[in-house]
């Protein structure tokens, strides 16, 4: 069973990207159709990335020997949702433009934390040295 960050990072992707994307789907369903085919594509790439980090999460808290590998994938794919969506998005949000780049880099600044993490963390390396 997975202690520390490795605990929280669990948790992350297991909850806090899946729930994320529910708020966003959310918001922006009752206006779906005056947004058209991109906010669909939009919304359906952010459910792909809620249901990688999902599975990526599972696969760490079940310490199987693929999860630091998926979520190295998830934490990438992640930031790069995030990112898109401060900046090239068609779904409704409320962030103000002047606001844009610092939560960029933070999101940027998160996902390389955790990549580094994944990258040294001895307990991460026990999984893998399972396979």
Known sequence: MPRGWLLLLCAV????????????????????????????????????????????GWALWQTSPAGPMLATIAIAAGAAAGVQSLYWSVLPNNVFPSDRLPLAILIVATACAWLVYLRRSKRVRRLTAES
């Not at 909850?15 to 919304?43: D, H, Y």
């Open 13 to 56: 992707l297991f909850v806090w990207q899946p729930l994320t994307f529910a708020v966003e789907v959310a918001s922006a369903l009752p206006s779906i159709g005056m947004r058209g085919a991109a906010g669909a594509i939009e919304l359906g790439v952010h459910g792909v990335v809620a249901a990688l980090s999902f599975a990526a």
